[in-house]
């Protein structure tokens, strides 16, 4: 028979597991986002895969606040949850205000290292 004290490390370890996979699941949804949103001609087909890159980088954005909201939520420091949020508040908003430029792809050498 387990005790409570085996049994708590286990559920932290699931609950950082779970944290860093949708954190990285938000950082790939971005890459892919702003990976289709590079184009040189705007033909129908390169318009379309924009279109679908931007709704990638939205919600790669609100998966990336999700895990920036989370880890606030397990007592992080801010500054921490802060670099969690960069990625999307930097390509994200970049994206609402300036999506037809190259602004988002810019951010994406920034906010990536992050």
Do not use: N
Request: include cysteine; charge should be positive.
């Amino acid at each position: 028979m387990t005790s409570v004290r085996s049994r708590r490390p286990r559920g932290w370890a699931v609950l950082l597991i779970t944290w860093a996979v949708l954190g990285v699941i938000g950082l790939i949804l971005l890459g892919k986002g702003v990976g289709q949103t590079w184009y040189f001609e705007p033909t129908e087909e390169a318009l379309e895969r924009a279109r679908v890159g931007d709704l990638l980088i939205f919600a790669g954005s609100v998966t990336t606040f999700a895990a920036a909201g989370w880890s606030r939520w397990m007592h992080t420091p801010i500054w921490a949850c802060a670099l969690v949020a960069a990625p999307a508040f930097l390509i994200g908003g970049l994206t609402l205000l300036f999506g037809g430029s190259l602004f988002p792809q810019l951010a994406a050498l920034v906010a990536f290292p992050v």
